[in-house]
C-alpha cells in the first residue's frame, strides 16, 4: 500500500510556473513507476507525465511536452511536477499516482493505475 499527499496548490497568471510536489509513505516507493495525472472540470481524468522507478525514462502528454518536467527523489520518497509557461486550459486538479508496472504502461490507461492522492488545484489564470 502507498499513501501519497500533494502540494503546491496555487493560483498563478498564464506564462508562469508552479512546482507541484507529492510525498509518498512506504518503504518501497523506488520500487513504483510514479505520475502525475489532471480532471479539468467536466473533462475525464488526464495522463500529464510518468517516470520510471529509477528516475532515467520518462513520458509527458504531447500537450505539456517542453513545458513540464517530472523527476523523483527516491531517497525522499518525493515525486516533483514543474510547470513552465503554464496555460489557462492547464487548470485542473492534478493528481499523483502511483503503480507497480511501468511508466509507459501507466500512462495508457488511467483506470488501471494502482493508487492515487487526493489531487491539488491549479488555477491558471488569462
Known amino acids: 500500500q502507498v499513501q501519497l499527499v500533494e502540494s503546491g496548490e496555487g493560483l498563478v497568471q498564464g506564462g508562469g510556473s508552479l512546482r507541484l510536489s507529492c510525498a509518498a509513505s512506504g518503504r518501497t516507493f523506488s520500487s513504483y513507476a510514479m505520475g502525475w495525472f489532471r480532471q479539468a472540470p467536466g473533462k475525464e481524468r488526464e495522463f500529464v507525465a510518468t517516470?520510471?522507478?529509477?528516475?532515467?525514462?520518462?513520458y509527458y502528454a504531447d500537450s505539456v511536452k517542453g513545458r513540464f518536467t517530472i523527476s523523483r527523489d527516491n531517497a525522499k520518497n518525493t515525486v516533483y511536477l514543474q510547470m513552465n509557461s503554464l496555460k489557462p486550459e492547464d487548470t485542473a486538479v492534478y493528481y499523483c499516482?502511483?503503480?507497480?508496472?511501468?511508466?509507459?504502461?501507466?500512462?495508457?490507461?488511467?483506470?488501471?493505475?494502482?493508487?492515487w492522492g487526493k489531487g491539488t488545484l491549479v488555477t491558471v489564470s488569462s
Open positions: 517516470i520510471s522507478w529509477s528516475g532515467a525514462i520518462t
Open positions: 499516482a502511483a503503480d507497480r508496472t511501468t511508466a509507459q504502461a501507466m500512462g495508457v490507461n488511467v483506470r488501471l493505475v494502482d493508487f
